[in-house]
Nanobody
Framework: QVQFVESGGGLVQAGGSLRLSCAAS????????VGWFRQAPGKEHEFVAG????????TYADSVKGRFTISRDNAQNTGYLQMNSLKPEDTAVYYC?????????????????WGQGTQVTVSS
């Protein structure tokens, strides 16, 4: 089973940028879709972005489209989330997960495994 370690979060002013990383272990990473999710205080988990395994096609939540970019490096077993033009409402703990493409990209739900998350705080 794939396990994840997220990093790259921090405190940034509105309009700033951060790049999150998701280091994965396990041999199935390259064959799995990867998704980023977030959870703000008092709110449910929310899908942010997903990337397919083979084609690398991507999908985004409307709230981040045009500002965030998801990518992956299968050789390094790592996923990334480049976040630009950050807004205070992007403040949340960000998690990555992997799973079948229908789950991550169509149903926009995480797989059974994810990491401890990384905190992103955007000040106004």
């Amino acid at each position: 089973q794939v396990q994840f370690v997220e990093s790259g979060g921090g405190l940034v002013q509105a309009g700033g940028s951060l790049r999150l990383s998701c280091a994965a272990s396990g041999r199935t990473f390259s064959m799995s879709a990867v998704g980023w999710f977030r959870q703000a205080p008092g709110k449910e988990h929310e899908f942010v972005a997903g990337i397919a395994a083979g084609t690398g096609s991507t999908t985004y939540a409307d709230s981040v489209k045009g500002r965030f970019t998801i990518s992956r490096d299968n050789a390094q077993n790592t996923g990334y989330l480049q976040m630009n033009s950050l807004k205070p409402e992007d403040t949340a703990v960000y998690y990555c997960s992997a799973g079948p493409q229908y789950l991550i990209l169509l149903e926009r739900r995480p797989g059974t495994a994810w990491g401890q998350g990384t905190q992103v705080t955007v000040s106004s």
